[in-house]
């Protein structure tokens, strides 16, 4: 028969697990609400997180690190939900004024996650992934390690995949062309450690993209 302090330990554990559970069921249900509004960017944000994900690794993060990135990720672009369709699945470029309010997503998903207090260590990722090492971002001009690293690594992320995967008015570039891109970029609009790290990661980034291609 098992002591009280058995009983209690079990008892722990089992609330640990239903945490747990719900804890991911709500960043899945957030992730499929990005693809329902919008399967482009759902499907953008499921690559973006792999492609962070092992970029993280490559860093040598700590697991806890990993794990923000691992829920963060695939939420980055979750503001675009309140985005207009004119704009979000608008088949060309944008105005500038339709890009100001293109950018409000980041605000916008940033005040959704932090709703949910277990989320809020993805705030700086899902606000903060667009802002640039030169300080030429949005939506604050963060520059250089004031931005988070989560959001520098996101950035990176998004950007490959931004440059590799068409669109409905532009077709992407060779993974090769993306890279040397990316290389042209260290020290001004990414990280050079990130992006030095991502370079080193070149082999499983396009596995990864095989990988989709075939699902």
Not at 139 to 149: F, N, Q, R, S, W
Not at 207 to 212: A, I, L
Request: aromatic share 8%; net charge negative; hydrophobic share 40%.
């Amino acid at each position: 028969m098992p002591t009280q302090y058995e009983s209690l330990l079990a008892t722990f554990e089992k609330n640990l697990t239903k945490q747990r559970e719900l804890f991911l069921s709500t960043v899945e249900n957030l992730a499929k609400a990005i693809c329902l509004r919008d399967a482009y960017t759902g499907r953008h944000s499921q690559r973006v997180a792999r492609f962070a994900f092992h970029l993280g690794q490559q860093l040598r993060l700590s697991r806890e690190d990993l794990a923000v990135i691992g829920y963060g990720a695939p939420l980055h672009d979750l503001g675009k939900i309140g985005v207009a369709d004119a704009i979000l699945r608008k088949p060309g470029p944008l105005t500038p004024e339709e890009f100001d309010v293109m950018k409000t997503h980041t605000t916008v998903g940033a005040k959704i996650v932090e709703l949910v207090p277990d989320l809020r260590p993805a705030v700086a990722i899902v606000r903060w992934h667009h802002e640039r090492w030169d300080g030429h971002g949005y939506p604050d001009g963060l520059a250089g390690e004031d931005i988070p690293l989560a959001a520098r690594i996101v950035a990176v992320a998004e950007g490959f995949d931004a440059m590799v995967i068409d669109t409905p008015y532009r077709k992407g570039m060779p993974v090769e062309e993306a890279f040397a891109e990316l290389e042209k970029q260290q020290g001004r609009q990414y990280d050079p450690n990130v992006i030095a790290a991502f370079l080193r990661s070149r082999e499983r980034v396009v596995e990864t993209m095989e990988s989709f291609k075939a699902s």
